[in-house]
């Protein structure tokens, strides 16, 4: 069974900080995607990371993935608080496209 | 290109009750799977559909069931509702084995 585990699950930082979400996974899998939730709505697509050493950026977010190390790092530059949300990283099954979700990071970016 | 959309937003409904959900997958999508996410928690998989016949299930009782249209839309039925049934579900499609793409989301609340 596919057990997907992130850390932490709840950050609170400053603006202008920097910070690392880390998403661990326990059997192979072609693809990992990150997302974003805020409050009361539906999942916003970030990241799909396809392959070992994979890495992609969109402004202040960066996410890598080490496939043997079942690791993927979701990693922000310099917070705004625009950026206060909930971050998902997903996993998906290999028999299929079932996606196994963490239990989620909170972040809180406060002035 | 029409997104995934989802009906209804929200609704209430008593223990013991009957609900139907309704999903329409993006043009060119032959594959729905649903989510449950209950509060403060990761979305959960319940199945997926693919060209109208059931493709995989997670780890729900049967009085959750399902029904993918010749459209490829999608119904998700949970009979005999008990209090924990709260949760946003969350409709996503694909093609295939493609990424999935989510819907708003139904809000759904047990009382």
């Known amino acids: 069974e596919l057990k997907v585990e992130q850390n932490p699950l709840f950050l609170s930082m400053q603006e202008g900080k920097n910070y690392t979400i880390y998403c661990n996974y326990s059997t192979t899998s072609d693809r990992l995607y990150w997302y974003r939730q805020d409050p009361g709505k539906s999942l916003e697509s970030l990241f799909v990371l396809l392959s070992n050493g994979a890495v992609k950026q969109e402004g202040r977010l960066m996410a890598s993935l080490d496939t043997k190390a079942r690791l993927s790092t979701l990693h922000i530059t310099a917070a705004v608080h625009d950026l206060s949300a909930t971050y998902f990283c997903?996993?998906?099954?290999?028999?299929?496209?079932?996606?196994?979700f963490g239990g989620g990071t909170r972040l809180m970016v406060k002035p | 290109e029409t997104g995934v959309t989802q009906s209804p937003t929200h609704l209430i409904k008593t223990r013991g009750q009957q609900v139907t959900l309704r999903c329409s997958s993006q043009?060119?999508?032959?594959?729905v799977s649903w989510y449950q996410q209950a509060l403060g928690q990761g979305p959960q998989f319940i199945f997926q559909?693919?060209?109208?016949?059931?493709?995989g299930r997670g780890n729900f009782p049967p009085r959750f069931s399902g029904l993918q249209f010749p459209n490829y839309s999608s119904e998700l039925n949970v009979n005999a509702l008990e209090l924990d049934d709260s949760a946003l579900y969350l409709c996503?499609?694909?093609?295939?084995?493609?990424?999935?793409?989510f819907g708003p989301g139904t809000r759904l609340t047990v009382l």
């Open positions: 996503a499609s694909s093609f295939g084995w493609n990424e999935q793409f």
């Open positions: 043009s060119g999508h032959n594959t």
């Open positions: 997903a996993v998906e099954d290999n028999a299929g496209n079932m996606l196994t």
């Open positions: 559909y693919y060209r109208e016949e059931e493709n």
